[in-house]
């Protein structure tokens, strides 16, 4: 099972055009999305090219449908343009015995009573790529489509074959490899 994991697309004709470019190369199962994926939000800048209704179509044209969890700029508003379900707050997914907890990262702590050892627990919402590991648990970001807030490149995240890669959203360069063992 390959899965590609993309977050806070915010909106963003441009960047989600190179998404596109990167999801066509890279030929997933399912593309995950992690929330932020209208709205670019009142803390934030405009990004490149703010077009909601393009990312939306864009989106929606995809076969099969993103798996797609609630960030805390998405609301009723944006699932009535958007045609696969936007307002769950978590997905559990079961990938070669491992347990994948997705999630926006807003509400992260809420689900620490659900992890144990071994667990993954993947989630956007900082903008900043990067993975932690705690008491055996281990947290995974995949950074911004559109809107970075750290040094590190436009991203996305690739699972597959037991690895997590971290690909720049306009190139597909690999820039960061964890192996799960
Ligand atoms: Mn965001």
Redesign the pocket.
Known sequence: MKLMIAS?L?GSKYYVERLMDRYREEAPDRLALLG?ILYH?PRNALPREYDTRAVADMLNSLVPAPLCVK?N?DGEVDQMVLHFPVLAETAVLYVDDRTIFLTHGHRREELVPLLSPGDILIS??T?IPGMQKEDGILYVNPG?VSLPKSVDPRSYLILEDGQLLWKGVETGTVWKREDLG
Request: aromatic share 0%; glycine share 30%.
């Open positions: 806070d915010h932020d939000g960030g700029c956007g919402h903008h911004s």
